[in-house]
Structure formats: structure tokens, C-alpha cells
């Protein structure tokens, strides 16, 4: 069995109690989008991991995918045999044009230093009238009045208009913007750990403050279903939004 890759921060990886929260909130997109893709042939642009990939193609896409991390890579392959898997860089994607039916590209746009290459080559590598879903953090709320972000690892976050606004200049259409939030039970958590339940994470992480019995218990149970994804509004914490490539040549005013 192939051991299980490092938790390094850049990335979130299932198993580990302390980081069942990230891994649930991410994984919630994944399930979102499950069924969509059945019988389709699907890229998936930085799947880390590999968790992801491999919950596509158990539900039936054709699944490739791409990390610039040749641990992840190595990892995947031996984990994930479903997974076609290579090795690149999102800035210069190694498929032929027109080659794919989607793209999916979650928590990974944050940390991209050209976003707009990168969407220009999701764009080439998409058929006509393909879909890019693209998940990332709300900038609004996950690095509330900054201009820089605070997780390390990110270079840009985007707010809904700025996501939207990339995705129309790379020459996709934006078809729906969801959101990811909370729903009853982590609203009820929010409450008990002092108004925000991801602060009470955060904040002792940080300081390397062990985390009380009772916060390490909560964590550790959370569940996808526990997340709730509808229409995005400013509050949200993660974004999703759906677009897609035009079906005839593209027009510009």
C-alpha cells in the first residue's frame, strides 16, 4: 500500500482528525458534481491528492488527470488506478486542443500565479460547449480586509466578480455561481467555539496551542453533509461556479 502523502498545508489530505474540516469542505464540491460528468472524458487541473479524481471516476468519468508535484503524482498512480495521471504544469496543459469534455479545477486557482494562462489554456483544451467547474476561497471571507491573503500558499484569492470576470476574459461563460456555507450543525458549532468554528482552528494552530478534547471531537465529525452549496452571495465561503466554452467560434465586440 502506498503510504499516505505529508500534510504540508498546501494541500489537504483524508485521515488525519486535525484536518477533517478542509477535507470535508473540499470534498463536499467534489460530491456536488459526482454525476455530472458520468461517461465524460474529464481533466482534473491539480488534483493533489488524488481523493478527488478517483471520487469522479468511481462515478463514472473518464478521468485524467494533472499535478506539478511528482510525490502527488507518484502518489496517485500507485493509489488511484482509475486515475490516468501526468505529470505538468498548469500553465502549459499537455493535451491537444479541443481534447476534453470538462475541467475540473478546485482550491487550486488561489495559488496560481497566471490565472489567466491558465484559464486560456483550459479554454484550448475544452470541446465545444465543455464546462470548467472551478471552486476556490472567497476572498471576502476566508482573508477578510486584506489585499493579501493569509494562507502562505495562495498567491491571488478571488471574490465572486474577479473569478467572473477572469472566466469571461479567457473567452468561457459563466453559467452558474454557487457558493459553499455552512449548514445547521456547523452553524451550531460556530456558536459553541466563540462565533466562528474555523477561527477556533486557525487560531490555535497557529499560536501551537494544543486544541481542547472538545474542539479535536467536533472536527473530527464533521461530514460533507454538513456544508450546504447554493446561490453565491458575499458571504459564502468558497466559491463554485460552472462555464463553458462556447459551441461556435467566439465572438468579441
Given amino acids: 500500500m502506498c503510504e499516505a502523502l505529508p500534510l504540508t498545508g498546501e ?9 477533517n ?34 471520487m469522479l ?45 470538462a475541467v475540473v479545477n478546485f482550491q487550486v486557482i488561489e495559488h496560481l500565479w497566471d490565472q489567466s494562462q491558465f484559464l486560456r489554456e483550459v479554454a484550448r483544451v475544452l470541446r465545444p460547449g465543455g464546462e ?7 476572498r471576502i471571507t476566508f482573508s477578510p480586509g486584506r489585499d493579501t491573503p493569509l494562507n502562505p500558499f495562495h498567491t491571488r484569492e ?16 459563466v453559467t452558474e455561481r454557487l457558493g459553499v456555507y455552512h449548514g445547521p450543525r456547523l452553524a451550531e458549532l460556530d456558536a459553541r467555539h466563540g462565533g466562528s468554528f474555523i477561527d477556533a482552528q486557525i487560531e490555535r494552530s ?6 481542547p478534547a472538545e474542539l479535536s471531537r467536533d472536527v473530527a465529525h464533521v461530514a460533507a453533509a454538513d456544508f450546504e452549496i447554493r446561490a453565491d452571495a458575499p458571504d459564502s465561503l468558497d466559491l463554485l461556479f460552472y462555464a463553458r466554452k462556447p459551441s461556435g467560434p467566439a465572438v468579441r465586440a
Avoid: C
Fill in 57 to 101: 471516476a468511481a462515478a463514472g468519468a473518464r478521468v485524467t488527470a494533472l499535478d506539478y508535484d511528482e510525490q502527488a503524482v507518484a502518489h496517485v498512480r500507485a493509489t488511484y488506478p482509475a486515475v490516468t495521471m501526468v505529470h505538468g504544469n498548469l500553465a502549459r496543459l499537455p493535451l491537444p486542443d479541443a481534447s476534453v469534455d
Fill in 206 to 211: 497557529l499560536a501551537g496551542r494544543p486544541w
Fill in 21 to 54: 474540516y478542509w477535507f470535508r469542505r473540499h470534498e463536499v464540491a467534489y460530491l456536488a458534481i459526482s454525476a455530472r460528468y458520468q461517461g465524460k472524458d474529464l481533466f482534473e487541473a491539480g488534483s493533489g491528492e488524488g481523493y478527488g479524481a478517483a
Fill in 158 to 173: 478571488l471574490a465572486s466578480d474577479e473569478l467572473a470576470d477572469l472566466l469571461t476574459d479567457a473567452g468561457l461563460t
Fill in 11 to 19: 494541500r489537504t489530505v483524508p485521515g488525519i482528525p486535525e484536518e
Fill in 132 to 138: 470548467l467547474a472551478v471552486s476556490t476561497p472567497n
